[in-house]
């Protein structure tokens, strides 16, 4: 009985090494993507109602460029929408909203974009299973 059980931890042993054997070659068989090199980044867009005027656009644009943590900011007259990418570790989405207001001088709110037609098919993997793969991929990628 000693021997079946030390037979079979063997098996299982050489199968979980074999296993992670071969996901280090799948991981090595291309490089990582260059996203996989930078930090992220998060865009936030608001709406602001009124932002018609190109001075006010202007305005808006630079002084939001020059907020600690903002790595981008562009606003559209026509749609009245102020798009910000940031960095979410120096600014936070809440204070964006504020600085926009108070520039503006008028009420900022949460773009909402509505889709016409049925709904795309969604992923039966939940996102942080196929980033958790994707970090450990990467990880192993001694490229």
Do not use: W
């Amino acid at each position: 009985m000693e021997n079946t059980f030390i037979k079979a931890s063997k098996r299982v042993g050489y199968t979980l090494l074999g296993l992670f054997l071969a996901f280090v070659v799948y991981a090595n068989l291309e490089p990582a993507p260059m996203h996989s090199y930078v930090k992220p980044i998060s865009m936030t867009i608001f709406k602001v109602d009124g932002l018609t005027s190109p001075e006010q656009v202007n305005s808006v644009k630079e002084k939001v460029s020059l907020h600690n943590g903002v790595t981008a900011c562009g606003a559209n007259p026509v749609s009245e929408l102020v798009s910000i990418t940031f960095d979410p570790d120096q600014t936070s989405e809440g204070s964006l909203r504020k600085l926009v207001g108070n520039i503006t001088g008028r009420p900022v709110q949460a773009a909402v974009f509505k889709i016409d037609g049925p709904p795309s098919p969604q992923c039966p993997v939940p996102q942080e299973y196929i980033m958790a793969f994707e970090k450990v991929k990467y990880a192993l990628c001694f490229r």
